[in-house]
């Protein structure tokens, strides 16, 4: 599962890059903020990434910062709303926007997302109001203070037990006691093995 990748943007669209990692195009999907906030083709980009996996193929989808991903996430746990749609709510107004509108009902603004009909903006408002509540509290602060290896740290490890079956809730709870402030800094496979007694447990 790839949970990030950083490499020369060889190519860039509005929906679409393709990045250089090492002499090896990675093709993502991207929404419009994304695609937005990148520099030209030929400079270094890093870029959180999604694995969406198919029958038929494997997708990826690149974001530029970790709220963007996260809201990503939640919106593909609303019944109806797949990669593609959710790429599109993000395409149709800024996360922060997108947060405030669902946290706030404001079915209006949603709907005016094209794609977005009224009983799909329905679902995800009363899906995520709550979810919203607290990822709106947690944008109005800066990025976390960690320095950029302890963030890919900590986004691997919870890409990794979500993908080992393990709620994304009691997932970040654990992970976020194990990387504390304070908290003696450990390698990958340690902190993973202290997760998994942690969740056990």
């Not at 980009?45 to 809201?71: C, D, M």
């Not at 799909?120 to 800066?142: F, G, H, N, S, Y």
């Not at 890919?152 to 992970?175: V, W």
Request: no cysteine.
């Amino acid at each position: 599962m790839i949970a990030h990748l950083r490499g020369i943007l060889f190519s860039k669209k509005p929906n679409q890059v393709i990045l250089d990692v090492h002499g090896v195009g990675y093709e993502l999907n991207i929404s419009l903020s994304t695609f937005q906030r990148m520099g030209a083709e030929g400079e270094a980009v890093s870029l959180h990434v999604y694995t969406h996996v198919r029958e038929e193929a494997i997708l990826l989808y690149g974001f530029q910062s970790i709220s963007e991903k996260e809201v990503f996430l939640h919106l593909l746990t609303v019944t109806g709303v797949g990669p593609k749609l959710a790429v599109a709510l993000l395409s149709g107004a800024p996360t922060e926007e997108l947060i405030q509108a669902i946290r706030s009902n404001d079915l209006r603004r949603l709907v005016a997302i094209p794609g977005v009909g009224r009983k799909t903006a329905e679902r995800i408002v009363l899906e995520l109001r709550d979810k919203m509540m607290k990822l709106a509290d947690a944008a109005q602060l800066p990025e976390p203070k960690e320095t950029a290896g302890k963030a890919l740290l900590r986004e691997d490890l919870i890409s990794a037990l979500i993908n080992l079956g393990y709620p994304r809730q009691p997932t970040e709870k654990a992970i976020a006691a194990l990387m504390g402030d304070g908290v003696t800094p450990a390698d990958f496979e340690t902190l993973l093995k202290r997760a998994l007694k942690v969740l056990a447990g």
